[in-house]
Nanobody
């Protein structure tokens, strides 16, 4: 299993970025997917999560209204559209996969995610 996150970069406050996470995982459409981030000197935190069909989606309060998570099951890919970026969004962003046969409810806690990507750096300058 491999999760490959991409799309990070250096942008200015107010700009947008779109992160992608390509999953080499059997039956991708049966996995819940999440995005987490870790800023320098801080613990990793939840950003957003999506169930298999996109009917249930969660966002951290800090990104609600600015970020949109989506998935394309035909492409085995989950996306994170990030608009109105702020300097406090600077972090390494990780995608992760949750097995709904283990935890049936879409999770916001990282311990319930079993596979993780390598992360992509997002830096927002003021």
């Amino acid at each position: 299993v491999q999760l490959q996150a991409s799309g990070g970069g250096l942008v200015q406050a107010g700009d947008s970025l779109r992160l992608s996470c390509a999953a080499s995982i059997r039956a991708f459409n049966t996995w819940y997917m999440g995005w987490f981030r870790q800023a320098p000197g801080k613990e990793r935190e939840f950003v957003s999560a999506i169930d298999t069909s996109g009917s249930t989606i969660y966002y951290a309060d800090s990104v609600k209204g600015r970020f949109i998570i989506s998935r394309d099951n035909a492409k085995n890919t989950v996306y994170l559209q990030m608009d109105s970026l702020k300097p406090e969004d600077t972090a390494v962003y990780y995608c992760a996969a949750q097995d709904p046969t283990v935890y049936s409810e879409l999770a916001v806690t990282e311990r319930k995610y079993v596979f993780w990507g390598q992360g992509t750096q997002v830096t927002v300058s003021s």
